[in-house]
């Protein structure tokens, strides 16, 4: 396969999972809609790690750590939210005995992390783009 398909592919599967977060918080399910969205953040930044390092990105779910392999070069701010929304695919998956993942998952606090969902993907999709 070439590294064209290969960004496509991690891109395009990205892409409907956004759609699969939207439903998510659309119909209330706002912890899952946060874990989806991590997906989607993760699987840009492997786009990313294709386009500017290899064919085969690293299998881990942590965002920052995949950023730093894909040498892209982050603020203070933007690191704090890859660390954030790595915290998404941690408390959903493996939540805790209180729920205290699933209480914190009210409106107010999944609108404004589908926000930054929102402006990494952005930002990533740009750099995708760039030739």
Known sequence: MKKD???SYWVESANRDYKAMLNLYQSKDYHWSLF???LVIEKLI???YVKSIDDNPPRTHDLLRLAE???IHTTEEQKNI???LTTFNI???YPDYEQSFYKKCDYDFTKANIE???EVRAW???MIEKE
């Open 69 to 71: 392999k894909a040498k």
């Open 116 to 118: 930054k969902i929102n």
């Open 124 to 126: 990533l999709l740009s």
């Open 91 to 93: 408390n959903a998956r």
């Open 46 to 48: 492997k786009a990313v």
């Open 82 to 84: 890859l660390d954030l």
């Open 5 to 7: 398909a290969f960004i």
């Open 36 to 38: 989806i969205g991590h």
